[in-house]
Structures are given as structure tokens and as C-alpha cells.
Antibody
Framework: EVQLQESGPGLVKPSQSLSLTCSVT????????WGWIRKFPGNKMEWMGY???????SYNPSLKSRISITRDTSKNQFFLQLNSVTTEDTATYYC?????????????WGPGTMVTVSS | DIQMTQSPASLSASLGETISIECRASEDIYSNLAWYQQKSGKSPQLLIY???RLQDGVPSRFSGSGSGTQYSLKISGMQPEDEGDYFCLQGSKFPFTFGSGTKLEIK
């Protein structure tokens, strides 16, 4: 079965970079599409971006040039980097796999990792 | 961006009751809509995709309907394990956007 697991620091200082890893088992990241989604306090959710099976990426314009999603196919991991964070980036971050058939639905998600931005 | 307006924000239902949750899109999303359930501290679980397709393993008491800009999730016969948060996701146009969520509790 497909499993995803987020990891990374739970506390990041303002103006620094947030870096998270998503480790995938049971499915190769060289297939399909893999995304990052976050849930803010108060439950608003935001799709952040994805990396494809070929390594191409697409990002939410709201994150402008702050975001980068990369991967290490040898470890079957993909990564999120968000630069110049502020307290408004405090959220639970999820990595997820796109459902193979159909439109942009995510059928497997990691358990999420909470990141607090605070000095 | 497509705005997804979800209602109600919270809902209390008795066991066995049938409930509905709505999502309205700010423009036509051509049935590219998914419904998720999320229990406290857990990852979201896909219930419905393509507006009315039941994800494998999801109980048949869950159903989805709608088209254009109006969509709904129905639970036919509330069960204790159905307590949780529910949200919709439109997968029609970048950037994908979510409804604001509905908290479902047992009365």
C-alpha cells in the first residue's frame, strides 16, 4: 500500500526557510504526481504545488517565488522548501499523491506535520 | 482563483439521520470535485471524486451529486464513525482550491 510520511523541523524562525521531506513507500515517485498541501489554524486549506513523474513542477501563484519542490528519486522522496517564512506560514503541512485516473484528486496523504513560525 | 463556498460550517446529526453538505464554486468546475473526510489528528480520506464517484473502500452510505457550480455530499444514515471534518476540493483549474470545511458531530 502507498504510504507517505512528512518530516522536518516543527519550529522555524521568521524570515528563514522551511524545509520538509516527504518519504514515499509502496509507489515510485517517478510515476504520477506528488503534491504539497497545507492546513492553517482555523482549517483553511491551500494547495501549494506539485512535482510530476518527470520532475516538472507547478506552484500556487499565491506563493510567488518563495516555493520550490524537488525530489530525490534514489530515495523515493520529494521535498518542499518555502523561503522567507512569516507567522502566516504556520500550518500543518501534508504531502499527497494524485489519484491515477481522472482530474486533480489526491487519494493518499501523509499524516501531516505541524510547522510553527515563531521567533 | 475559483472560490469554493461550503455550507454549513457545522452540523449535528442523530444516528441514522441523513445529512447533506454543499459546495458552491464561483465558476463551472465541470464535475471536477472531490469530497474528503478528516478525523482529528489523521490525514484526509478521499470519499468521492468526479462529483459522484465513490472511492474504493468507502461505504455506500456516502454519495455525491451535482454539476456546474453546485455540488453536495450526502450521508444516508449517520454512523458514529462519520464524525469528523468534511471538505471539498475542486480539481478543475489551477490553483486547486478547497472548501472551508464542515464539522459533523453526533447529536
Amino acid at each position: 500500500e502507498v504510504q507517505l510520511q512528512e518530516s522536518g523541523p516543527g519550529l522555524v524562525k521568521p524570515s528563514q526557510s522551511l524545509s520538509l521531506t516527504c518519504s514515499v513507500t509502496g509507489y515510485s515517485i517517478t510515476s504520477n504526481y506528488w503534491g504539497w498541501i497545507r492546513k492553517f489554524p482555523g482549517n483553511k486549506m491551500e494547495w501549494m504545488g506539485y512535482i510530476s513523474y518527470s520532475g516538472s513542477t507547478s506552484y500556487n501563484p499565491s506563493l510567488k517565488s518563495r516555493i520550490s519542490i524537488t525530489r530525490d528519486t534514489s530515495k523515493n522522496q520529494f521535498f518542499l522548501q518555502l523561503n522567507s517564512v512569516t507567522t502566516e506560514d504556520t500550518a500543518t503541512y501534508y504531502c499527497a499523491k494524485k489519484k491515477l485516473t481522472g482530474s486533480w484528486y489526491f487519494d493518499f496523504w501523509g499524516p501531516g506535520t505541524m510547522v510553527t513560525v515563531s521567533s | 482563483d475559483i472560490q469554493m463556498t461550503q455550507s454549513p460550517a457545522s452540523l449535528s446529526a442523530s444516528l441514522g439521520e441523513t445529512i447533506s453538505i454543499e459546495c458552491r464554486a464561483s465558476e463551472d468546475i465541470y464535475s471536477n470535485l472531490a469530497w474528503y473526510q478528516q478525523k482529528s489528528g489523521k490525514s484526509p480520506q478521499l470519499l468521492i471524486y468526479a462529483a459522484n464517484r465513490l472511492q474504493d473502500g468507502v461505504p455506500s452510505r456516502f454519495s455525491g451529486s451535482g454539476s456546474g457550480t453546485q455540488y453536495s455530499l450526502k450521508i444516508s444514515g449517520m454512523q458514529p464513525e462519520d464524525e469528523g471534518d468534511y471538505f471539498c476540493l475542486q480539481g478543475s483549474k489551477f490553483p486547486f482550491t478547497f472548501g472551508s470545511g464542515t464539522k459533523l458531530e453526533i447529536k
